[in-house]
C-alpha cells in the first residue's frame, strides 16, 4: 500500500482540467466530427462547438471508442436564435438510427424567447413518463452534469460557471434500460454543444448525507472494476491535475497534499467491493472553523500497470461542510 501511494506523487505536477477523457471539438466546419459517430440526425462542427442541423428530430451522435454501465458526463450548452431547441447528454445508448433504449437529459428552451429554462430527464422512449423541473435562474448558456448510477440517473446545472452546480433533477428510477452502452451528447434544433467530459468513476454522497463537523460524511463510489484499491482525494478547487492525456478534477494544494498523506485516518483509502463500488465514509474533524469550508473530492483507483498507476478517475463531488 505504500508503494501505491507513492506512485500517487505523479498527481502532483501542473494543472489542466480533469477527466477521462474531454472533447473540445477543434475542428474545421463542416460535417466531419472527428471521433463521434452521428447516430440521429446531422451533425456539423460550428466555430469549434458541434449543433444538430436536422430541425425537428431528436439527434444523438456518441464518442467513439466509450461504452459505460454507470458513468458522469458533462457538457456545455449555448442557445442560439429563437425557438424551442435542446442541448443534452446520453448514455447506455445502443447504437444506430434510434430514439429509444437509451437515457438521456437535456437543458431545454421551452418557454423563454432568449434562455433555457427547464431540465429534462428520459429514459426513451418516456418509460415512466417526463421527468422536469423549471430553472431557477434560466440562463443563455450552462454547464449540465448527467450522472448514471445502477437504477438511477439525473441532471445537475451550473449556469455561473464557478464549478458548484446549484440547479438539480433530482435522481430518477429506471425502469428498462439496465445494460452498459455508449454515451455521448444529444440536440435538437440549434443549440450548440461544447466541452464533453467522460468519468468512468462515480463519486457522489449517499442519499441524504451531509457534510458536517464532527461526523463522518457517507460517500458512494462506483467503478467498473472489482476488488481494487481506491483514493479518496479533497480540494479547494477543480483546476485539473493532468496525467499524460487524463487528469484528475481537482487542484493541487495544501488540502490535496494532506488529503493524499492522510486517506486512510480520513476514511478514503479502501478496496472496492465484487461490483467494483465502495461506501467511503469522510471523517470531519469536530473543528468549527470548518464550518461553512467549500470542499471538492475526486476518487481514482490503483493499477500500478497503468500510466501513473492510476486506472479509473471519478468526478468532482463538491460540497459545503456545515455545523
Known amino acids: 500500500m505504500i508503494r501505491n501511494l507513492a506512485c500517487i506523487s505523479f498527481l502532483l505536477t501542473a494543472p489542466a482540467l480533469g477527466q477521462i ?22 451533425w456539423e462542427v460550428v466555430d469549434g462547438r458541434i449543433a444538430s442541423v436536422s430541425g425537428a428530430t431528436w439527434a444523438y451522435i456518441t464518442k467513439d471508442g466509450l ?60 418509460a415512466l413518463g417526463e421527468y422536469f423541473v423549471d430553472l431557477r435562474t434560466p440562463t443563455r448558456q450552462a454547464r449540465v452534469r448527467m450522472i448514471t448510477l445502477d437504477s438511477e440517473f439525473w441532471l445537475e446545472c451550473d449556469g455561473n460557471f464557478d464549478g458548484v452546480f446549484e440547479e438539480s433533477l433530482p435522481r430518477r428510477p429506471i425502469a428498462q434500460v439496465f445494460g452498459s452502452g455508449l454515451v455521448g451528447m444529444a440536440g435538437f434544433a440549434n443549440t450548440t454543444m461544447d466541452d464533453f467530459a467522460f468519468f468512468d468513476a462515480v463519486l457522489v454522497p449517499q442519499p441524504g448525507a451531509m457534510a458536517r463537523v464532527g461526523s463522518t460524511f457517507a460517500l458512494h463510489l462506483s467503478t467498473p472494476s472489482p476488488g481494487v484499491t481506491f483514493l479518496g482525494l479533497l480540494s479547494l478547487g477543480r483546476d485539473g491535475i493532468p496525467l499524460g492525456e487524463r487528469a484528475v478534477p481537482l487542484t493541487l494544494d495544501e488540502m490535496l497534499t494532506t488529503s493524499l498523506s492522510s486517506a486512510a485516518a480520513l476514511g478514503l483509502l479502501g478496496t472496492t467491493d465484487g461490483a467494483g463500488g465502495a461506501y467511503p465514509g469522510l471523517r470531519i474533524p469536530n473543528v468549527r472553523s470548518l464550518i461553512g469550508l467549500r470542499v471538492f473530492a475526486a476518487a481514482v483507483t490503483i493499477d500500478v500497470t497503468q500510466p501513473f498507476a492510476i486506472k479509473h478517475i471519478s468526478n468532482e463531488q463538491f460540497f459545503t461542510i456545515q455545523s
Open 67 to 126: 461504452t459505460a454501465r454507470n458513468c458522469v458526463i458533462d457538457g456545455h450548452f449555448k442557445a442560439q436564435g429563437f425557438g424551442i431547441q435542446f442541448g443534452g447528454l446520453t448514455t447506455r445508448h445502443p447504437g444506430g438510427d434510434v430514439d429509444a433504449n437509451l437515457l438521456m437529459g437535456k437543458l431545454q428552451r421551452n418557454g423563454s424567447a432568449t434562455t433555457f429554462d427547464r431540465m429534462f430527464a428520459y429514459e426513451r422512449p418516456l
Open 21 to 42: 477523457v474531454r472533447e473540445t471539438f477543434d475542428y474545421p466546419d463542416g460535417p466531419v466530427v472527428p471521433g463521434w459517430t452521428q447516430q440521429r440526425g446531422m
